[in-house]
Every structure is written in structure tokens, then in C-alpha cells.
């Protein structure tokens, strides 16, 4: 596609559930980034992917959540029972690794907004 | 870790006024880079800054990277509605391509 695409757009869960967000990087981007926005609130980093492969998993904030990258392309991000505060918006990004000092500009999605109630 | 802060947080002008926001790091920086958000919308890149010293423009916009690399500036000049939106400043946490860090943010809104 055109531009990072995320799904679903809108999820309310229960407290205790499971849930899956999915995000397709424009093609050929090599790095997928996976941030989080509560309400009003700055841009949290939580994983980064190059390729396949997770170099930096630091920003994850608890051992419910965790992501995985199949094909170089699709990233699933997945939060095992939900709690409250995991309430945010979850945006990924993308973007081609430059040559140092430069860093790739970030394309992000439009996110996926979660509701635990 | 490496901290990017901002300042401030929220700036209401009325139409026609400038507008400036500040970004500062712990460290020094390689680049720095300014993303703008539209209330409802997601980050959009707006410009990178690589050079000590550097100063950019895009239109009524105005880009400024410190001589320390551990600050940075947009001005932006006779704002006008469709400015309004919350301003990111990031900058790698490490050296090489890593994560970018993100500001808190200025809000920025404008009053016709």
C-alpha cells in the first residue's frame, strides 16, 4: 500500500482479554517501530524491529506485552490481559535506515485506539 | 537514558502572531527531527536537522539546531489556523540508526 496501514482502527475490550494490533509498513522499509499515545500525552517508544529481528525490546513496559515481525513486513503487537492503563493509542511506524548522522524519517500509521474497560 | 524535553507545553495565539517552540536533549544529538500531529491525526514528518548550527525553512516555518547539537527551535511566523496541531521534536536515543525519543510536545492553537 501507499502509506503504513494499522487494524483495527477502534478495539474495546474487558479487563483480563487478550488483544492483537497489526501494522503492514510501506514496502521496502526495512525498520518497524511500535509507539504508544495516551490521551494528550507524548509519543512512548516501546519496539523497534529491523527486519525480522528485535534489537530493542526496552520500551516493552511490562512481560503482557510483546511483538513479532514475520517476512520483514507485518508487525503483530499483542497484550495479554488487559488492564485499564493500557488504554492508549498504539501507533507504528516505519522507515529506510540512513547512513549515520541521518536517521529515517518516520511514517506512521493512523494507529489502532484501545479501550479496556 | 537520553531525555528530549519541550517547551512549552500548550501555546495559544491569536491569528497572525508568531509562534515558538523549544526542544532541548541531555545529550548531544546526531540530528534532530520535528514532526507535527493535527488534533485526531498521527505524526507527520516535517524536517530534519543534521549540522551544528543549522538553520531550515519551509515557508512561514523556521528550523534551528544549536551549536552544541543539544537544542533546537521552530519558529513559526504569522500563524495562521491550519497551524494548529501539537509540534514533536525527536532525536536518536543512541548513536546510529536507533528509536527516535520524543518530546512531550507543544500544543499550538490558534485563535481566528
Known amino acids: 500500500g501507499a502509506g503504513v496501514s494499522q487494524s483495527p482502527s477502534n478495539k474495546v475490550t474487558e479487563k483480563g482479554k487478550d488483544v492483537e494490533l497489526r501494522c503492514d509498513p510501506i514496502?521496502?522499509?526495512?525498520?518497524l517501530y511500535w509507539y504508544r499515545q495516551s490521551l494528550g500525552q507524548g509519543l512512548e517508544f516501546l519496539i523497534y524491529?529491523?527486519?525480522?529481528?528485535?534489537?530493542?525490546k526496552s520500551g516493552l513496559p511490562s512481560d503482557r506485552f510483546s511483538a513479532e515481525r514475520t517476512g520483514g513486513s507485518v508487525s503483530t503487537l499483542t497484550i495479554q490481559r488487559t488492564q485499564q492503563e493500557d488504554s492508549a493509542v498504539y501507533l507504528c511506524?516505519?522507515?529506510?535506515?540512513?547512513?549515520?548522522?541521518?536517521?529515517?524519517?518516520?511514517?506512521f500509521g493512523e494507529g489502532s485506539r484501545l479501550t479496556v474497560l | 537514558g537520553q531525555q528530549v524535553m519541550q517547551i512549552p507545553q500548550y501555546q495559544h495565539v491569536q491569528e497572525g502572531e508568531d509562534f515558538t517552540t523549544y526542544c532541548n536533549s541531555s545529550?548531544?544529538?546526531?540530528?534532530i527531527q520535528w514532526y507535527k500531529q493535527r488534533p485526531g491525526g498521527h505524526p507527520v514528518f516535517l524536517i530534519q536537522?543534521?549540522?551544528?548550527?543549522e538553520v531550515k525553512k519551509q515557508k512561514r516555518l523556521t528550523f534551528q539546531f544549536g551549536e552544541a547539537k543539544k537544542n533546537s527551535s521552530l519558529h513559526i511566523t504569522a500563524t495562521q489556523t491550519t497551524d494548529v496541531g501539537t509540534y514533536f521534536c525527536?532525536?536518536?536515543?543512541?548513536?546510529?540508526?536507533?528509536?527516535?525519543?520524543f518530546g512531550k510536545g507543544t500544543r499550538l492553537s490558534v485563535i481566528a
Open positions: 525527536a532525536g536518536p536515543r543512541d548513536s546510529g540508526n536507533t528509536p527516535l525519543v
Open positions: 514496502s521496502g522499509h526495512t525498520a
Open positions: 536537522l543534521v549540522k551544528s548550527g
Open positions: 524491529f529491523q527486519g525480522n529481528s528485535a534489537p530493542d
Open positions: 511506524a516505519s522507515s529506510r535506515p540512513l547512513a549515520s548522522p541521518n536517521t529515517g524519517e518516520l511514517f
Open positions: 545529550t548531544t544529538l546526531s540530528n
